[in-house]
T-cell receptor
Framework: KQEVTQIPAALSVPEGENLVLNCSFTDSAIYNLQWFRQDPGKGLTSLLL?????REQTSGRLNASLDKSSGRSTLYIAASQPGDSATYLC???????????FGTGTRLTVIP | DAGVIQSPRHEVTEMGQEVTLRCKPISGHNSLFWYRQTMMRGLELLIY????????DSGMPEDRFSAKMPNASFSTLKIQPSEPRDSAVYFCASSLSRLAGDPKNIQYFGAGTRLSVL
């Protein structure tokens, strides 16, 4: 069974700093890797989806990379803002049927 | 569109009672997913439907859990009888497609139902 791990579990940075969130998965036979954001008391919001044939995806200040061979993905956030404070989860689509295996998330706090 | 709508937002019940959680997916979406989120186990997929048909229910913890999707605009997750260990946040999500490689298969989540079983 696919296992997805995110380290660190929590991260605090001062506003304006660039940061990297890490995601690792045990089975490299994935169809895509997705990053989500979860705000307290709310559902998840999709940020980026990287297909297995891609190496990275960008959206605004966010850049996600995928290295299937090493079982790793990173989410890079440039010029962090207090509004970026949330829990970030990565998820691997193992079967190609949108059956996602989620990591436990990294709780990010951006300090003004 | 109002997004995925879940009800109730909060549910407090006593052990042994029946609990029904409800979900209205985004109009036009053909896939619907039920998840459970706990501190210990994180976010786990319970079951998903495609075109109202259950495709994979291997994540359903036991026979006390059941899910239905009688039409494209409504789904329920029922727990009978409920137990304290069922306490969690239950999310519903929907997507326009479930095909691998299709950028339309992004899942949209509801705000969740926080269930407390005393």
């Amino acid at each position: 069974k696919q296992e997805v791990t995110q380290i660190p579990a929590a991260l605090s940075v001062p506003e304006g700093e660039n940061l990297v969130l890490n995601c690792s998965f045990t089975d490299s036979a994935i169809y895509n890797l997705q990053w989500f954001r979860q705000d307290p008391g709310k559902g998840l919001t999709s940020l980026l989806l990287i297909q297995s044939s891609q190496r990275e995806q960008t959206s605004g200040r966010l850049n996600a990379s995928l290295d299937k061979s090493s079982g790793r993905s990173t989410l890079y956030i440039a010029a962090s803002q207090p509004g970026d404070s949330a829990t970030y989860l990565c998820a691997a689509d193992q079967t190609g049927a949108n059956n996602l295996f989620f990591g436990t998330g990294t709780r990010l706090t951006v300090i003004p | 569109d109002a997004g995925v709508i879940q009800s109730p937002r909060h549910e407090v019940t006593e052990m042994g009672q029946e609990v029904t959680l409800r979900c209205k997916p985004i109009s036009g979406h053909n896939s619907l997913f039920w998840y459970r989120q706990t501190m210990m186990r994180g976010l786990e997929l319970l079951i998903y439907f495609n075109n109202n048909v259950p495709i994979d229910d291997s994540g359903m913890p036991e026979d006390r859990f059941s899910a239905k999707m009688p039409n494209a605009s409504f789904s329920t997750l029922k727990i009978q009888p409920s137990e304290p260990r069922d306490s969690a946040v239950y999310f519903c999500a929907s997507s326009l497609s479930r095909l691998a490689g299709d950028p339309k298969n992004i899942q949209y989540f509801g705000a969740g139902t926080r269930l407390s079983v005393l």
